[in-house]
């Protein structure tokens, strides 16, 4: 199937940083990309859709000041936290879509970020 | 609520016994995939039925659908230890984005 990867897979940083996530597409090229929430044994919760040459569409409640998106290529999309805090702690999963007819995802491995 | 509650919401078997998870959801559906997650890691897809399918089978995995009910489940035959893992189902609507359930954490005694 097709590989998505993201960078870094665990992040430490001190509140106030900031830190930014890359999910790149490795053997094929994703017009759509999604970025996903976790917390501890919690369910994935959708933040954003990362569409390809264009702005996020993020989900309500979720800030875009907060969680900066940025899609330049078919292949990479960025998640950049800004000014972390503690409350930012959390998996944060990204999807691509491959175009299919059936709404196929694949899924990166996931980052953990931890904010001191 | 969120689409898509599972239970139970956790689970634990004994190594050669069966599991079997449910999701419900509210919304009418195009499909309905699982997926399972070992802690901490990312989401591996196990298998999707169409709204149009009413079963699937995939290896030792055998998956219902029934949208009169707005519900599926997830069986799992004869499990093993590295059966071990979350399992999540999640439905794809009109939105491109997949809405994941609350999850069923299985847990099988080796």
């Known amino acids: 199937g097709a590989v998505v990867s993201q960078h870094p897979s665990r992040v430490i940083c001190k509140s106030g940083t900031s830190v930014k996530i890359e999910c790149r597409s490795l053997?094929?090229?994703?017009?759509?990309m999604f970025w996903y929430r976790q917390f501890p044994k919690k369910s994935l919760m959708l933040m954003a859709t990362?569409?390809?040459?264009?702005?996020?569409?993020?989900e309500q409640g979720v800030e875009k000041d907060k969680f900066l998106i940025n899609h330049a290529s078919l292949t990479l999309s960025t998640l950049t936290v800004t000014s972390a805090h503690p409350e930012d702690s959390s998996f944060y999963i990204c999807?691509?879509?491959?175009?299919?007819?059936?709404?196929?995802?694949?899924f990166g491995p996931g980052t953990r970020l931890t904010v001191l | 609520s969120q689409q898509g509650e599972e239970d139970p919401q956790a689970l634990s078997i004994q190594e050669g016994e069966n599991a079997t998870m449910n999701c419900s959801y509210k919304?009418?559906?195009?499909?309905l995939q699982w997926y399972r997650q070992n802690s901490g890691r990312g989401l591996v897809h196990l298998i999707l039925i169409r709204s149009n399918e009413r079963e699937k089978h995939s290896g030792r995995l055998r998956v219902t659908l029934d949208t009169s009910k707005k519900s599926s489940s997830l069986l799992i035959t004869a499990s093993r230890a590295a059966d071990t893992a979350s399992y999540f189902c999640a439905t794809h609507t009109g939105r491109r984005a997949l809405t994941f359930g609350s999850g069923t954490r299985l847990q099988v005694q080796p």
């Open positions: 053997d094929f090229q994703a017009t759509t």
């Open positions: 999807s691509a879509l491959t175009g299919g007819n059936y709404n196929e995802q694949f």
């Open positions: 990362s569409n390809e040459g264009s702005k996020a569409t993020y």
């Open positions: 919304t009418s559906i195009n499909n």
